[in-house]
């Protein structure tokens, strides 16, 4: 059987890019059979960008709720908190022992972050935390504790999950005797909506401050994001450049063929900003519509979700607590009798 892991940071309320690079593909592939899945809260990769005790909480009601809403199957699906596997951390220890700083020195994040303190004349590691530099071993340990083969994730997370791959394989080298001790994974692209474009184009994230909140809001919201979606200033009655515009390529992600081919005629053909942009809120909405009613009702029920969560922490560490004691017998951390 394939193992399919997918996880979401909980810091903030998820969003249109999280939905369809994630969520909504990894439900689809949970529902072939012969697949078991494993969707997950990062709420420990949370502490790495957030010190706000309130809205970590917050986030990991409104993601848990999301999954729910979205379609995920709790009797089918495991189901967990990252912070209630102790297995996990004690994985990231043993894999971070194994792996060359160097690695983690090619880090986009960790890059990213260091490249914006030298433009702002700071010094380059300043703010940097050893949980944002190693945050790639941390996402490794997630990834093989459960010895996924397929990660379904938007294209910003391809490098961590090689990263992962190349991890697991300098374990298995040290202390494998010969074999692999892990599966190694491959990320699970949807290349059509694998960076979706936010409010200003680029990419959608809670660190741009230019997302398009999924359910948070309501109705409302959504129409007001999409209102703030940036366009060129051409006007109703001029042919506008469907491939160009972003608001395409979020009408994509969620249309049919035929709608986008549509859609892009009725641009070309001078549709106005303000017709096209109630056109895409109504296509989101279709879709979105009966999910945010479940959402509201999950969401209103933090019990039930936690009973859900438990039960899918019990299902993990089923799974997590004989692996990680073959691991710490294999770098020789077994008991002596
Ligand atoms: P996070 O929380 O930033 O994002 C969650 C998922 O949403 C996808 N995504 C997008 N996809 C398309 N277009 C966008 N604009 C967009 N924005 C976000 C992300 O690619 C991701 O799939 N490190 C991960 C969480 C994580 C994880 C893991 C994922 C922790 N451990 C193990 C997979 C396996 C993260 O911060 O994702």
Excluded at 23 to 52: E, M, N, Q, V, W
Excluded at 207 to 231: C, H, Q, W
């Amino acid at each position: 059987r394939t193992r399919i892991l997918t996880g979401i940071t909980t810091t903030g309320t998820p969003h249109l890019g999280n939905y369809v690079g994630a969520i909504r593909p990894a439900i689809a592939a949970s529902r072939d059979a012969g697949t078991d899945a494993f969707f997950f809260l990062a709420d420990y990769h949370a502490l790495i960008k957030c010190d706000d005790p309130a809205r970590i909480l917050r986030s990991r009601l409104e993601i848990a709720a999301t999954w729910l809403a979205a379609g995920l199957d709790p009797e089918r699906v495991t189901f967990y908190r990252q912070s209630d596997i102790p297995e996990i951390p004690e994985l990231c220890w043993l894999l971070t022992c194994v792996t060359a700083k160097g690695l983690m020195n090619r880090a986009h994040a960790y890059k990213a972050a260091v490249d914006q303190n030298v433009a702002d004349g700071e010094e380059p590691d300043a703010g940097v935390t050893l949980g944002l530099f190693s945050y790639p071993v941390l996402m490794a340990a997630d990834i093989l504790m459960f010895n996924a083969g397929k990660v379904p994730v938007g294209r910003d997370q391809i490098q961590h999950i090689e990263m992962a791959r190349d991890i697991a394989q300098r374990f298995s080298h040290l202390y494998g005797r010969g074999r692999e001790l892990f599966v190694l994974p491959e990320a699970l692209i949807e290349e059509s909506v694998a960076t979706l474009p936010g409010l200003d184009g680029r990419k959608m994230s809670k660190s741009y401050n230019n997302t398009i909140p999924l359910f948070e809001g309501g109705r409302k919201a959504l129409r007001d994001a999409i209102g703030r979606v940036v366009t060129d200033s051409r006007l109703p009655g001029e042919p506008k450049d469907a491939e160009g515009s972003h608001l395409f390529i979020l009408y994509q992600a969620f249309a049919t063929a035929g709608e986008a081919a549509a859609f892009r005629a009725a641009l070309e053909g001078g549709m106005g900003w303000g017709d096209a942009k109630q056109a895409l809120f109504e296509r989101i909405d279709r879709d979105l519509a009966p999910l945010r009613e479940r959402y509201e009702t999950l969401i209103a029920r933090p019990d039930d979700i936690e009973d859900i969560l438990l039960a899918g922490a019990a299902k993990a560490r089923a799974i997590a607590a004989p692996f990680i004691a073959e691991l710490r017998a294999a770098v020789g951390l077994s008991r002596l009798r």
